[in-house]
T-cell receptor
């Protein structure tokens, strides 16, 4: 059974810092991995999708890496801003099966 | 990407009543799903909404409690029946595999419905 863990559970940083969020999964036979952002009480916004054959994806200040063999992905946020404050979720997919979500990292960026 | 409209965005309901949540997508999609997110928790899949046939439910979820309809490739509803305070959660609609990009298997979500049962 696939299990997805995110560390840390919560993170508080001052504005301008670069930061890394971690996602670990127990079964390395994944089809793809997706990072999402969730604002309080709201839905999920897709940030980055990494296919199993890829090592990383970039979008603006965000960079996500994938190491399938070690069962890990990281989301790097450069020059953090207060507007980045949200919960970040990773989710993995095996084949065409359902997504398995991580536990989330709650990020607070203070001005 | 897909634009997903979910209604209502939030509601406060009396126990014993039912609420129907609507999910409308701006393009045809292969897959539509319904998730629940209980307070402080991650997402749990309730069911896959199948066009023209009965939904496929995950373990722990049953059709009598969460009836789902999907009459076409752009619309689905989830009903939360005979509600109790334990049903207070965010309910989320998700879509995958836009027919214009078959096989991409990227998931998109609606803005969620925040349900409080009193």
């Amino acid at each position: 059974k696939q299990e997805v863990t995110q560390i840390p559970a919560a993170l508080s940083v001052p504005e301008g810092e670069n930061l890394v969020l971690n996602c670990s999964f127990t079964d390395s036979a994944i089809y793809n991995l997706q990072w999402f952002r969730q604002d309080p009480g709201k839905g999920l916004t897709s940030l980055l999708l990494i296919q199993s054959s890829q090592r990383e994806q970039t979008s603006g200040r965000l960079n996500a890496s994938l190491d399938k063999s070690s069962g890990r992905s990281t989301l790097y946020i450069a020059a953090s801003q207060p507007g980045d404050s949200a919960t970040y979720l990773c989710a993995v997919r095996r084949g065409f099966q359902k997504l398995v979500f991580g536990t989330g990292t709650r990020l607070l960026v203070s001005p | 990407s897909a634009v997903i409209s979910q209604k209502p965005s939030r509601d406060i309901c009396q126990r014993g009543t039912s609420l129907t949540i609507q999910c409308q997508v701006d393009s045809q999609v292969t897959m539509m799903f319904w998730y629940r997110q209980q307070p402080g928790q991650s997402l749990t899949l309730i069911a896959t909404a199948n066009q023209g046939s009965e939904a496929t439910y995950e373990s722990g979820f049953v059709i009598d409690k969460f009836p789902i309809s999907r009459p076409n490739l752009t619309f689905s509803t989830l009903t939360v029946s005979n509600m109790s305070p334990e049903d207070s959660s965010i309910y989320l609609c998700s879509v995958e595999d836009l027919l214009t990009s078959r096989g991409n298997t990227e998931a998109f979500f609606g803005q969620g419905t925040r349900l409080t049962v009193v």
